[in-house]
């Protein structure tokens, strides 16, 4: 049987980014010291790159002025150390276009744009808004592809079209097609993202070149390991790491909303000091967090001591040629 392993595909973005919460104060204040905190302690712990506002971020709840001191508090703490995408994305051109100059401005490395939502733009309205965003600076663009928030997919033969676009060069992938993904892999260079925990490890070996996780906010240096085996050819051992991730998997994203969910979990492992969301969201319940500890438990990942352990699989990856 043949031990030889394929290429490392191109990573523009990195390979494990965080979805970043946004930490907000008992008041429900931007606190920027507590995101700088976040930021350093991920990127400690497994991250090679960070988006900040997205979904996960809250960012339908921060101001455009939010919005940038977060991303300049972020880059002041790591952006010597890991690629910093500010999601820009709204259901405006005119209003992302803004954002995506704010960004560029602020010294960002890239920027996610999600399909505009509510207002149902068609295929032909897509790749303008795209490109017309990307047109507006000379950063990298991921194109966030959620229908199941957007309530529209972004076609094949759209992303195929927008590919061409020299500053399109990824896409983080939500859809839950995997046959349309395994046909814009195939013809084209777009580099692909799962922005999906679940199937992290099958959009892996389908291509994807990295994650946009929100369970790595706990998992980042297991993530890490899951994508150095995959590397390394071997799926025995990126197969254990997914499988004793499942818990974490299924608290962070099935308990409740994911930003309730990991802000939970963060509290709990001490990462951040509470829990505040922003309205229309709500902290997570005493039970929810209860859950939350249970299945963090059983997936090993209770405390941030926990997170970080040099574990088997985490070795067993580094030895076999990745760097977790």
């Known amino acids: 049987m043949s031990t030889a392993t394929a290429a490392a595909p191109h990573r523009p973005f990195g390979t494990v980014l965080s979805a970043m919460v946004t930490p907000f104060t008992a008041t429900g204040a931007l606190d920027l010291d507590a995101a700088a905190a976040l930021a350093v302690h991920l990127v400690e ?38 690629r910093v995408v ?3 994305g709204t259901n405006d051109t005119a209003h992302t276009v803004e954002l995506a100059r704010s960004a560029e401005k602020a010294g960002a490395h890239g920027l996610l744009v999600v399909t505009p939502y509510y207002n149902k733009p068609p295929q032909a309205a897509l790749a303008q808004h795209f490109t017309t ?11 966030y592809d959620i229908p199941g928030r957007s309530g529209v997919p972004i076609d094949t033969e759209t992303l195929v ?3 061409a676009h020299e500053r399109i060069v990824a896409v983080k992938d939500a859809k839950g097609d995997s046959m349309a993904t395994s046909w814009v892999l195939a013809r084209t260079d777009l580099a692909y993202y799962s922005g999906d925990d679940a199937v992290n490890l099958p959009l892996l070996a389908q291509g994807a070149c990295g994650i946009v996780s929100v369970v790595s906010h706990v ?39 994911g930003a309730v969910a990991v802000k939970a979990a963060l509290e709990l492992t001490g990462v951040l000091t509470g829990r505040a969301v922003r ?32 574990n088997p699989t985490a070795a067993a990856a580094q030895a076999a040629g990745g760097a977790a």
């Open 45 to 82: 712990h497994g991250h090679d790159g960070l988006v900040v506002s997205g979904t996960t971020g809250e960012s339908p709840t921060t101001s455009d002025d939010e919005k940038d001191r977060l991303l300049r508090a972020v880059l002041d703490a790591v952006g010597d150390r890991a």
């Open 86 to 88: 500010a999601g820009v």
């Open 133 to 143: 965003v990307a047109d507006a600076s000379g950063l990298p663009v991921m194109l």
């Open 161 to 163: 079209a927008v590919a």
């Open 219 to 257: 998992a980042g240096r297991e993530y890490a390991a899951m994508i150095a085996a995959l590397d390394a050819g071997d799926l025995v051992t990126a197969r254990t790491i997914h499988t004793d991730l499942l818990p974490a998997v299924r608290g962070i994203m099935t308990r409740t909303q």
């Open 279 to 310: 309205q229309p969201l709500l902290a997570a319940t005493p039970e929810e967090v209860d859950a939350i500890a249970a299945d963090l438990s059983l997936a090993g990942l209770d405390t941030p001591e926990n997170s970080a352990r040099p």
